[in-house]
């Protein structure tokens, strides 16, 4: 044994020198930034800036404390990013695991049996004139053993590095999510806002109609107007009337859509009873530039990390190809009297140094490795196309944001000229010098005037907070902690 021992040690000596020497596969290598020549196709006019992007918690921006609850709220109780959360503590916890692979693996074992020996199995059948019986006896076992795999080729380690890439890229989805679930808060408060002065719109107007019913009514009883003339006033408040049920129903949906992004129920949702006038439009959006973007917003970054980990895959089929080597080495004590289990006499272990080496596998390990070669080719063109939208996206919500100016400037106008017009349509009609008709379209007029101008604000609001969301560059801060974890 001593002897056997002697041969060991040095062959061992050599294979842990020679272990870690080598990682086969391609190294990763993070995609090339934007050249100098990528951009976005609009600058946004004056509101935008291109800076290093948003700061953190962006939402403040628009000066609304309620806003900025429940955006807190969400963050706290959304039930998908308690999911997305809770996956990422599972990638995590397996790069421990695939991390505890490199390490020596250490097991105990202990065993108890009641056996009986079968003599004439090793040729003893006994002698002429002799019977010998065969032996039952217990047998208790205790022992362990500890194996090493030297990971000559790096499999253990690219694996290693596999695990790690992917939880980085759990890490980024959850960031997005987060990023996402905050931007849709917002803009959902925003529609609940606009829905509220809609609301409120339409009783004004509704007012202005009853307005023009009293005076169809006055002019008949004066002997000057007809029948005719209140029935057209009256048929333009009842329709305008029947619209206001619609937009409380759409109300209610945006107040139940809110409730579903705080994790709650709508019975449990505060009071939404805020208008656009309680928020605060920035004057100024700070963009990130191209060459940012790629390394802050955090589905650019999750593309890059599934990259990586498609990249480190490529290393654990190329290594697959290569002889492994495990060392290792095991003791045990076996005796039939337990009270003497722990004894010197009934002790025995092993030392030993396999080798696993493929030699035909029906072409799987090579198809393997050509598949890998494909995926992390397929994760560098979606890597691309990520990028690529999330340009476009900037692109356009810039653009958007010159045009929303340039129409609300527009609309304001077209506003006061058609509050103008109605004014002096009543004015003739009340003199006699034009007819209910003409007091009737100026009135629709208005009435489309006013709520266009509506529409345009609110656009301007949510595509204020789209770009926000789009540019924001991912979630700043430390991620809240699942409460399952």
């Known amino acids: 044994m001593q002897r056997t021992a002697a041969t060991l040690v040095p062959l061992l000596g050599s294979c842990l020198l020679a272990a870690g020497c080598t990682t086969v596969g391609p190294d990763f290598a993070p995609p090339a930034a934007p050249s100098a020549q990528t951009g976005y196709a609009d600058d946004g006019g004056q509101r935008a800036t291109l800076a290093e992007g948003p700061e953190g918690m962006w939402w403040k921006a628009f000066g609304s404390p309620q806003l900025n609850a429940f955006v807190a709220q969400a963050l706290a109780g959304n039930h998908s990013l308690a999911a997305s959360r809770a996956t990422l503590e599972k990638a995590r916890q397996r790069i421990a695991a695939v991390a505890g692979k490199r390490l020596p693996q250490v097991d105990a074992q202990a065993r108890a049996e009641y056996e009986r020996v079968n003599l004439a199995a090793f040729g003893f059948d006994g002698f002429e004139g002799v019977n010998i019986s065969n032996p039952e006896f217990d047998l208790y076992t205790v022992g362990g053993g500890i194996s090493y795999d030297l990971d000559l080729f790096g499999k253990n380690r690219r694996a290693l590095e596999q695990a790690t890439a992917q939880a980085e890229a759990q890490t980024r989805a959850t960031e997005a999510a987060h990023l996402v679930i905050a931007g849709r808060v917002v803009v959902q408060v925003l529609a609940i806002a606009a829905f509220n002065d809609r609301i409120e719109t339409e009783r004004k107007l509704l007012s202005e109609d009853e307005r023009n019913v009293s005076l169809t009514k006055a002019r008949?009883?004066?002997?000057?107007?007809?029948?005719?003339?209140?029935?057209?006033?009256?048929?333009?408040?009842?329709?305008?009337?029947?619209?206001?049920?619609?937009?409380?129903?759409?109300?209610?949906?945006?107040?139940?859509?809110?409730?579903?992004?705080?994790?709650?129920?709508?019975?449990?949702?505060?009071?939404?009873?805020?208008?656009?006038?309680?928020?605060?439009?920035?004057?100024n959006v700070p963009v990130a530039l191209p060459s940012a973007l790629v390394h802050k917003r955090p589905d650019i970054l999750e593309a890059e990390a599934r990259l990586h980990a498609s990249t480190a895959a490529v290393g654990v089929a190329t290594a697959e190809l290569y002889p492994d080597i495990t060392l290792g080495a095991s003791v045990t004590q076996s005796t039939s009297e337990p009270d003497r289990i722990t004894s010197s006499k009934f002790n025995a272990f092993d030392i030993f140094a396999g080798v696993t080496a493929p030699i035909f596998h029906g072409g799987t390990l090579?198809?393997?490795?050509?598949?890998?070669?494909?995926?992390?080719?397929?994760?560098?063109?979606?890597?691309?196309?990520?990028?690529?939208?999330?340009?476009?996206?900037?692109?356009?919500?810039?653009?958007?944001?010159?045009?929303?100016?340039?129409e609300l400037s527009a609309r304001h106008e077209a506003e006061q000229i058609a509050d103008r017009s109605l004014h002096l349509s009543r004015r003739s009609f009340q003199v006699g010098n034009s007819g209910i008709l003409q007091v009737l379209d100026a009135s629709r007029s208005y009435q489309r005037a006013k709520l266009s101008l509506l529409e345009a604000r609110t656009r301007q609001y949510q595509n204020v907070a789209r770009l926000y969301v789009a540019t924001a560059g991912g979630w700043i801060g430390e991620l809240p902690q699942d409460s399952g974890s």
Not at 258 to 278: H, K, W, Y
Not at 381 to 393: D, K, L, P, R, W
């Open 220 to 283: 008949q009883n004066a002997g000057a107007g007809t029948l005719v003339e209140v029935l057209s006033a009256q048929g333009q408040l009842a329709g305008d009337r029947a619209s206001l049920p619609a937009l409380e129903q759409q109300l209610a949906e945006g107040r139940a859509m809110l409730a579903v992004l705080l994790g709650i129920s709508p019975a449990e949702l505060e009071p939404t009873d805020f208008t656009l006038n309680d928020f605060v439009l920035p004057a």
């Open 366 to 406: 090579k198809a393997n490795k050509r598949g890998a070669e494909a995926e992390a080719r397929a994760a560098a063109a979606q890597y691309q196309q990520v990028v690529t939208e999330a340009f476009g996206q900037v692109s356009n919500l810039l653009s958007a944001l010159d045009s929303d100016s340039r």
